[in-house]
Nanobody, 115 residues
Framework: QVHLVESGGGLVQPGGSLRLSCAASGSLFALYRMGWYRQTPGNQRELVAELSFRSRPNYADSVKGRFTISRDDDKNTVYLQMNSLRPEDTAVYYC?????????WGQGTQVTVSS
């Protein structure tokens, strides 16, 4: 079982920045594929970014060049740095861990981009 706890969401103006953090349990964190997804009401959860062990990150086209995913394996934490935020980035953001053929999810954190 992997437990994920997100933090860092909030309200930001268009063009602003936020950094999301996700702390994970487990001694094999370095081997987890970690990712961030987001969901808006009435829509499916969509991939924002993901990062596997010793791999290059993968981003949704809509966030390329604006968002950066990173991980600190010593702290069992994955981050999502979000710059140049747009109103359409407003969503609940979920941390995801994929390990041993099982998907684990955090509770979600709200990001609202509005003036």
């Amino acid at each position: 079982q992997v437990h994920l706890v997100e933090s860092g969401g909030g309200l930001v103006q268009p063009g602003g920045s936020l950094r999301l953090s996700c702390a994970a349990s487990g001694s094999l964190f370095a081997l987890y594929r970690m990712g961030w997804y987001r969901q808006t009401p009435g829509n499916q959860r969509e991939l924002v970014a993901e990062l596997s062990f010793r791999s290059r990150p993968n981003y949704a086209d809509s966030v390329k060049g604006r968002f950066t995913i990173s991980r600190d394996d010593d702290k069992n934490t994955v981050y999502l740095q979000m710059n140049s935020l747009r109103p359409e980035d407003t969503a609940v953001y979920y941390c995801n861990a994929f390990w041993n053929a099982v998907n684990y999810w955090g509770q979600g954190t709200q990001v609202t981009v509005s003036s």
